[in-house]
Structures are given as structure tokens and as C-alpha cells.
């Protein structure tokens, strides 16, 4: 029997509750193949405790592993965003984990905040190129907290990053046309307009773009984008975007989905050691009540799966959560569900051992 070895960042604040969860959920659907979870503490309050960050040597193991789960990092009493980088970009740049996947798929038509949008209409994916732009820490401050300080934060976009994502976002709409029987569509979103060198982003894609001729092919800028995914989420299938705009748009995005409490990402170098996370972060106001929704977790637990090739028992979490929701019996996505973290999680593992043949 093939037993994955799985690396478990459990983090901060909820990350270890909907960690728990999602780990109760992979252990219950796990047919055929074990999981072997290796856990590692790093986390904003291990820092807080030890001063240690994620080393270098522990980067290298990470990439021995078949994959890598992170529940959630970030911590109050610790300097903005030095963990996070430590362990989430850490995670995308040392495994060079290219393409960050973020579907916004909405289960039941009643947790959609937009008036007469059905599950028919909010189903699409967004590519997020995830080792360039505005996240490469290329920059700094001179002088600080001087009159003449100066900040400076480089974008970079290089060819074989764009055109590396804008690949996998080309296969990615084919592969979704296939599977939904219906005409291929991948979208660009950047701000080449004010941004002029992000035009390196429109020629790649046209290039790239002559190899799929079966896939429609068009264009917005962020901020229209930013409008239109609420007006007419119907229209998208596959989007493909900046480091930065993807980050901002699939929170976004993450609403028609009636809440980030369900919204997942996988973090992908194709072939590779790959990272699965919810987007949502480690919530300190909530932390420690056991109220917060696990189903992102969960979500993420399955998207490792499908990564992983075990797509029976992807679809099994899928659909049970949907089944779930659309029955009303996880009736929301947050704590208005009156429902418990641990809860939940039995649910769904109570749905999946049903639903086992
Ligand atoms: C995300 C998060 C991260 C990001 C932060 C925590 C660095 O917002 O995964 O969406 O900006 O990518
Ligand atoms: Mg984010």
C-alpha cells in the first residue's frame, strides 16, 4: 500500500483547530494509500518561544516529502509578517511552488452573497503566479524613520515565470472544458495600462496563447475585473494573474463562495513537493473558541489528494461537503452556522464513511 509522507504546519491561532479537522477528514477517507504525517512546529508562537525560524536544512527536507499541509500563520505579538515569510513564502520560493490554484466554486445558491446566482454560475479557478511580482522582497527602506526615508518594492516579472503560469493556466482551462463539456475560456487580468511593464504579461500570453487555439482567449484590467467577477461571475472559467492581484481577487472571490471559510489554494510546482493551505489566515479573534468553519482546511486536504493522483477520494470530501451544504445542514460558513470546529469535521467524516462503498 503507497503511504504518503505529509508535512503538517498546523500554525497559529485556528490553523491547529482546522488542521485537526482536516487531518480527522484525511485519515476517514484515506482508502487504498495511508498518510504519514510528520509534523513541524513553526509557527508565529514557536518563534515567540524560541526565536527560531524555518532553516534552510528543513526547507531541503520539505522537498523530500510528497507533499506539505499548512494550517495557518500568523501571530499578534509578533513583528508584521516575519513568520509568514519565514514559513508561507518560505514554502512558495525554497520549493519554487510557481503556481498558487485558488478555485471559487459556490456549493449552495443560498450562502451566495449576490442576488439569483446559482452554483450554476459561480465555478472558476484562479491562477496566481506565486514566486514573482510583488513578493520577491526585492527592496527596502533607507534612511528609517528619517524625513528623507525612502521605500522602494521592486515588481518582477520575468519570462519563464509568466510564461510557466500562463502554461498551466492554458492546460488548466483545457482540462476543465474536458471535463464540464463546455468551450474552453482563460482570462488575463493584469494593469498593463498604468503598469506599461506588465505588457511582458500580454505578449506571453498571445504567444503562448497561439498554441490553444480550442481556448477563448481575453483580456480585463484588475480593477474592472475586480467589478466584474461580481457581475457577472458566470461569464469566467479560468483566470490568470499577478502574484498580487490573485491574492487580492480570490479573497474576493472567496465571498461568492458565501465566505473564506471554504476557500482553498494549492500551491504548485507541477511534478513537484507541493504545499495545500486554506487562503484564510490564523484569525487570533476567534482562536482557541472552536468556532472556526475547518471546511477550507478540509477543501485544501482535498486538493492535496487530487495533486497526489488519489481522485476518488478527493471527489469523496467534494462531494460530501457539498452535499452538506446544500442540504442546509452546514447551513453557513462562519460562526453563524452555530456549529463547532470539531463538529463540523465529524460531519464530514460522518458523510465520507457513508458515502464509502
Ligand atoms: C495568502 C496570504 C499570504 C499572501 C500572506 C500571509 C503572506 O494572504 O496566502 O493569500 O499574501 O500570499
Ligand atoms: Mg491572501
Not at 503511504?3 to 477517507?29: F, M, S, W
Not at 515588481?155 to 509568466?162: F, H
Request: aromatic share 8%; hydrophobic share 40%; proline share 5%.
Amino acid at each position: 500500500m503507497k503511504t504518503y509522507n505529509i508535512g503538517i504546519i498546523a500554525g497559529d491561532g485556528i490553523g491547529p483547530e482546522v488542521t485537526n479537522e482536516a487531518l480527522k477528514v484525511l485519515r476517514v477517507v484515506a482508502s487504498g494509500f495511508d498518510c504519514n504525517f510528520v509534523e513541524y512546529p513553526y509557527s508565529g508562537a514557536h518563534y515567540l518561544k524560541t526565536k527560531e525560524l524555518v532553516p534552510d536544512k528543513t526547507i531541503d527536507e520539505w522537498k523530500t516529502l510528497d507533499a506539505v499541509f499548512l494550517g495557518a500563520i500568523g501571530h499578534p505579538a509578533v513583528e508584521v509578517g516575519l513568520v509568514e515569510r519565514s514559513v508561507i513564502l518560505g514554502l512558495r520560493f525554497g520549493l519554487d511552488l510557481y503556481i498558487n490554484l485558488r478555485p471559487i466554486k459556490l456549493y449552495a445558491e443560498h450562502l451566495c452573497p449576490l442576488k439569483g446566482k446559482t452554483p450554476a454560475d459561480i465555478d472558476f479557478a484562479v491562477v496566481r503566479e506565486n514566486t514573482e511580482g510583488e513578493y520577491t522582497q526585492i527592496g527596502g527602506i533607507l534612511k528609517k524613520g528619517s524625513p528623507d526615508e525612502v521605500a522602494t518594492s521592486t515588481s518582477l516579472y520575468t519570462r519563464v515565470g509568466i510564461e510557466r503560469a500562463v502554461r498551466y493556466a492554458f492546460e488548466l482551462a483545457r482540462a476543465r472544458a474536458s471535463a464540464n463539456k463546455k468551450p474552453g475560456h482563460l482570462t488575463l487580468v493584469d494593469k498593463a495600462n498604468a503598469i506599461r511593464p506588465q505588457e511582458i504579461w500580454t505578449r506571453v500570453f498571445a504567444e503562448v496563447g497561439k498554441e490553444y487555439p480550442d481556448i477563448k482567449q481575453d483580456h480585463a484590467y484588475v480593477d474592472a475585473f475586480a467589478m466584474l467577477m461580481i457581475q457577472k461571475p458566470e461569464y469566467y472559467d479560468t483566470v490568470v494573474t499577478t502574484n498580487l492581484y490573485g491574492d487580492i481577487l480570490t479573497d474576493l472571490g472567496s465571498t461568492l463562495q458565501g465566505g473564506i471559510g471554504i476557500a482553498a489554494s494549492a500551491n504548485l510546482h507541477p511534478g513537484k513537493t507541493s504545499m495545500f493551505e486554506p487562503i484564510h489566515g490564523s484569525a487570533p479573534d476567534i482562536a482557541g473558541k472552536g468556532i472556526a468553519c475547518p471546511l477550507a482546511a478540509i477543501m485544501a486536504a482535498g486538493m492535496m489528494l487530487e495533486y497526489l493522483g488519489e481522485s476518488d477520494s478527493a471527489n469523496r470530501i467534494e462531494s460530501s461537503v457539498a452535499s452538506l451544504l446544500a442540504s442546509g445542514q452546514i447551513p453557513s460558513l462562519d460562526a453563524s452556522s452555530g456549529l463547532g470546529t470539531i463538529q463540523i469535521g465529524d460531519m464530514v467524516a460522518g458523510a465520507i464513511r457513508k458515502s464509502t462503498p
